[in-house]
């Protein structure tokens, strides 16, 4: 019997169980948040075992950001097709409705977890930021190159001012966080002046 299973320690995860794994956490930390998204429960939900999921992920910080990552690629395309504007315009509108919705939930669990473990957030950052922060900075820099764009200030600024303003708004809860706001946010940024934030009427109140 132990030969066996020291020759299943060294196969290839199954690309099945660990979606599985993904589903279920991304699925338990957006009905329950940190509390009910256990390793045990992941384990239990996903019906691949706690020894597993502890091999494959080494614990619940990267798993939970590895499940992040997988939900928000699928539902937060940056598209290679549209006009590097439009497809960040589209992109942004996106973000907004996924922040007010169960991926926004999950997204400050994730960071939660970050900061009570490491206590900043550099492994969200290694695992999922920095990877959809190149890609959206390689399209914008297509816009600057082809002049759809046009500031000239470093590409990851640009897109640092439109999503860092955005999660800023969703974070603490300022009312004027909509469509309205987001397309002239982009609009603004994307200017050809100092890429100013749009005027908007100061909130008095959060949400």
């Known amino acids: 019997m132990t030969a066996p299973k020291a020759k299943a320690r060294g196969?290839?995860?199954?690309?099945?169980?660990?979606?599985a794994v993904l589903d279920a956490a991304y699925r338990l930390c957006a009905d329950g948040g940190l509390r009910d998204a256990s390793i045990q429960a992941i384990a239990a939900e996903s019906r691949?075992?706690?020894?597993?999921?502890y091999k494959w992920w080494g614990g619940r910080l990267p798993l939970l950001?590895?499940?992040?990552?997988?939900q928000a690629t699928l539902m937060l395309p940056i598209s290679e097709s549209l006009a590097p504007a439009d497809a960040i315009h589209v992109h942004a509108q996106q973000y907004l409705v996924a922040l007010q919705g169960e991926l926004g939930r999950v997204q400050l669990a994730v960071l939660a977890e970050c900061l009570s473990e490491n206590g900043d957030a550099g492994l969200?950052?290694?695992?999922?930021?920095?990877?959809r922060r190149t890609l959206g900075a390689q399209i914008i820099r297509q816009g600057?190159?082809?002049?759809?764009?046009?500031?000239?200030?470093?590409?990851?600024?640009?897109?640092?001012?439109?999503?860092?303003?955005?999660?800023?708004?969703?974070l603490f809860g300022f009312q004027s966080l909509d469509e309205a706001f987001v397309r002239a946010l982009v609009d603004a940024t994307f200017a050809d002046a100092a890429a100013a934030i749009p005027v908007i009427p100061t909130d008095r109140t959060a949400r």
């Open 11 to 19: 196969r290839p995860r199954s690309e099945t169980s660990a979606t």
């Open 48 to 53: 691949v075992s706690k020894m597993t999921v």
């Open 65 to 70: 950001i590895d499940a992040y990552l997988r």
């Open 124 to 131: 969200f950052v290694e695992r999922y930021l920095s990877v």
């Open 144 to 170: 600057q190159r082809d002049g759809t764009i046009g500031s000239v200030r470093p590409a990851e600024a640009l897109y640092d001012q439109i999503y860092g303003t955005m999660f800023y708004r969703f």
